[in-house]
């Protein structure tokens, strides 16, 4: 458990009777606790998570049209040591060298990866909340995925149009660079894993200062409870509040008052949530006219009015011969 946990599990009796001194004092120590948090999170978290995608990456240098520096023609000599009696067709169009093209974007997915590291270490120290860490996850992830399926459809326009050009540039320029393109875009794909997996990182900080708050506040009210009982309970066994005296039923009276009043702010609130939903549904609905607004205001007097008319003996009596005459019949 972290020093902040236990400097927070520390706070006297004192302090839980003072809302404003025991807020101010978790504010402090749970802003410690989110900066240390924040910087054990090292960047080096992302490589487990990226191993799939690094194999891939290296898998790519055997998957070209082209020579490869180092391993020259890999391709033909894999062909060949798999297929002995084959032989590469000989032709005049020498492939462009597009080898370079996966590790230059897969380098662009890793700096794409450490700005979101940057981003979500500053921004979960200031608002540790999850819809942050959704947020910046997603706009980032969105980056990485654009830029790996923008290659390949690029690629296939070069293809389309290079059948007309003729086949030097078809098969020198548009075959290659398409596949190395359809690469990046697995590549991409594999690389989603590394951004989850910092978003779950950060996600367990924020889970764990919303823990923190949570029990510190159940903890709060426990106490205060707890204390609030006994001194009525010494109350009722001698001293005087007021000139009177508690007894054991007045304890439980008010002990029932109390929780009748938290279950009564709980309704309370619940019901002022749902207005406010209500209003903020009746807000975005376009087209609402003053209008509109007169019309449904004449129908709620109406619906008022019959309220108090069905409260009215005249009514009721017409009602009844009514519905007797309906019978009847």
């Not at 794909?189 to 159940?218: A, T």
């Not at 376009?286 to 009015?305: D, F």
């Amino acid at each position: 458990m972290s020093n902040s946990t236990l400097k927070t599990k520390e706070i006297n009796s004192k302090n839980l009777l003072n809302p404003d001194v025991a807020n101010n004092e978790l504010e402090l120590e749970l802003e410690e606790y989110t900066r240390s948090a924040v910087r054990n999170i090292k960047f080096t978290v992302i490589l487990k998570p990226a191993m799939i995608s690094l194999v891939a990456l290296f898998l790519t240098f055997y998957l070209d049209l082209s020579e490869v520096p180092i391993l020259g023609n890999i391709t033909i000599d894999l062909a060949k040591s798999l297929f002995p009696s084959w032989q590469p067709v000989t032709g005049d169009v020498v492939p462009f060298r597009f080898w370079w093209l996966p590790l230059a974007v897969y380098s662009i997915f890793v700096l794409l990866a450490f700005l979101a590291y940057n981003k979500l270490k500053l921004e979960i120290i200031r608002t540790p909340a999850s819809g942050t860490i959704d947020r910046i996850i997603n706009s980032y992830t969105s980056v990485i995925d654009s830029l790996a399926t923008a290659l390949p459809l690029i690629g296939a326009a070069i293809l389309l149009i290079s059948i007309k050009l003729g086949e030097e540039i078809f098969l020198g320029l548009s075959v290659p660079f398409e596949v190395k393109a359809l690469i990046v875009l697995a590549l991409g794909k594999l690389f989603e894993p590394v951004m989850d997996q910092l978003g779950v990182e950060f996600q367990s900080v924020v889970n764990h200062v919303s823990d923190i708050r949570e029990k510190y506040f159940s903890r709060i009210q426990v106490e205060n409870s707890k204390n609030i009982l006994k001194q009525l309970n010494q109350a009722g066994s001698g001293n005087a509040i007021g000139g009177t005296e508690l007894s054991l039923a007045d304890v439980e009276r008010f002990k029932l008052l109390v929780e009748q009043s938290a279950k009564l702010s709980e309704i309370m609130n619940k019901n002022f949530t749902s207005i406010s939903a209500l209003a903020e549904k009746i807000n975005q609905i376009e087209g609402v006219s003053s209008q509109k607004i007169i019309e449904l205001n004449g129908l709620a007097n109406a619906i008022n009015q019959a309220s108090h008319s069905l409260g009215d003996e005249k009514t009721l009596t017409g009602l009844k011969h009514l519905e007797a005459i309906v019978l009847k019949k």
